[in-house]
Antibody
Framework: QVQLVESGGGVVQPGGSLRFSCAAS????????MHWVRQAPGKGLEWVAF????????YYGDSVKGRFAISRDNSKNTLYLQMNSLRPEDTAVYYC??????????????WGKGTTVTVSS | QSALTQPASVSGSPGQSITISCTGT?????????VSWYQQHPGKAPKLIIY???IRPSGVSSRFSGSKSGNTASLTISGLQGEDEADYYC??????????FGGGTKLTVL
């Protein structure tokens, strides 16, 4: 059974940094791309980032480009999201989601339960 | 990248059918068949219900169907049931390349 478990959420001050992890199990992690998607309180879904199955290509949403970095460790079946220069508008539940394929073209088929970050002073 | 346009809310009575639209541009919905739909119940993670415009994943009820015409994709739910009450999001691959979601539609079963 495919399972994605996010961790690393918390409260951070504006301008601070945080790193999320997403532990994957139940599938061949190194064969699939991975996404991060976020949802601000009471708002809709916003795509954040994607990384190819081998880590060779990364793509970011405009609102996080230059501040967030997606990475993966296929030996540990783990996806990461490093978030720097955090802003109050980054407050959200962050979901990791498995891609149905190897490249950014493929849709998100399985989602984790999410981890929450609150950016506040 | 602008969000795809969905109605904020729709409603229907049990047994009825409803359709949720999702309008984009030729750079996303109109240009690719990588359109998917997600169902999200309060406090839960999104669940994939339609991918590649009209394909249902294994285990998803046949009451859910998808289609696309030009720059607009649609999700139809037939034989509405109480458990269908949820938020629904469309998403599309874009030419950037990246992904974009719709603003979400709240379905109320009357």
């Amino acid at each position: 059974q495919v399972q994605l478990v996010e961790s690393g959420g918390g409260v951070v001050q504006p301008g601070g940094s945080l790193r999320f992890s997403c532990a994957a199990s139940g599938f061949s992690f190194s064969n699939f791309g991975m996404h991060w998607v976020r949802q601000a309180p009471g708002k809709g879904l916003e795509w954040v980032a994607f990384i190819r199955y081998d880590g060779s290509n990364k793509y970011y949403g405009d609102s996080v480009k230059g501040r967030f970095a997606i990475s993966r460790d296929n030996s540990k079946n783990t996806l990461y999201l490093q978030m720097n220069s955090l802003r109050p508008e980054d407050t959200a539940v962050y979901y990791c989601a498995k891609s149905s394929g190897t490249t950014v073209y493929y849709y998100m088929d399985v989602w984790g339960k999410g981890t929450t970050v609150t950016v506040s002073s | 990248q602008s969000a795809l346009t969905q109605p904020a809310s729709v409603s229907g009575s049990p047994g009825q059918s409803i359709t949720i639209s999702c309008t984009g541009t030729s750079s996303d919905v109109g240009g690719y068949n990588s359109v998917s739909w997600y169902q999200q119940h309060p406090g839960k993670a999104p669940k994939l219900i339609i991918y590649d415009v009209s394909i249902r994943p294994s285990g998803v009820s046949s009451r859910f169907s998808g289609s696309k015409s030009g720059n607009t994709a649609s999700l139809t739910i037939s034989g509405l049931q109480g458990e269908d009450e949820a938020d629904y999001y469309c998403s599309s691959y874009t030419s950037t390349p990246n992904w974009v979601f719709g603003g979400g539609t709240k379905l109320t079963v009357l």
